[in-house]
Every structure is written in C-alpha cells, then in structure tokens.
C-alpha cells in the first residue's frame, strides 16, 4: 500500500510562481532518490529535477535557475519550487520515487497520479 500522491498544480500566468507537493505514504521501508517528470501532449515523458536521498540534485537545462527540488525526509515528501514560469512549462506533472517496500529486499519506482500545470496569460 505505497501511493505517491501530488498537489499544487493550477493555471499561472508568464512569470508568476507555483510550488509543487508529493507525498508519499504506506508501508515504507525507506526512500531512495525523488524526482519530477513531465509530459507534454506529443511529447514524451522527460526528466525536470531530481534529488537524492543526502540532498544532491540534477535538473533539466532548460529549468536550471527557475526550478528548485527540495525534500523533507521526515515527511516523505519532495516539492518543485517553479519560479518565472514560461508557457513552456505547460504539462502534467508526474512525481517519481525509488521505495523500498517494508519486507522487501528491493527498490521500485513509483509514480504520482500527475497534477496539471498551466502558464498562459
């Protein structure tokens, strides 16, 4: 019973901000690395950001010094930070995390149900 579940998309104007939220829950043993995805219709499924479990972050070139990756371990819970949003942010945001089950020997990925994220004026 692990589920990722996301918030804090919406429909923002060119420039403004937006925070993303996905918080894990279930029978977790523990979290490995935390990430963001997204998915334009046409477009295939890319990797935005990611985060590991000490804190090191990765990010798209196209979002470096917009976007800001966090997490808080206690939490189980990762963010995306979107600053100066461009209508090319417009997509479906997926959060992905590395889990390792309670009784399990192994990591898996899950994903969050997407959150919608819009940026016209």
């Known amino acids: 019973q692990v589920q990722l579940v996301e918030s804090g998309g919406g429909l923002v104007q060119p420039g403004g901000s937006l925070r993303l939220s996905c918080a894990a829950s279930?029978?977790?043993?523990?979290?490995?690395?935390m990430g963001w995805y997204r998915q334009a219709p046409g477009k295939q499924r890319e990797l935005v950001a990611s985060i590991t479990n000490s804190g090191r972050t990765n990010y798209a070139d196209s979002v470096v010094g917009r976007f800001t990756i966090s997490r808080d371990n206690a939490k189980n819970t990762v963010y995306l930070q979107m600053n100066s949003l461009k209508s090319e942010d417009t997509s479906v945001y997926y959060c992905n995390a590395r889990i390792r089950r309670s009784g399990s020997y192994v990591y898996t990925d899950y994903w969050g149900q997407g959150t919608q994220v819009t940026v016209s004026a």
């Open positions: 279930g029978s977790i043993f523990s979290i490995n690395g």
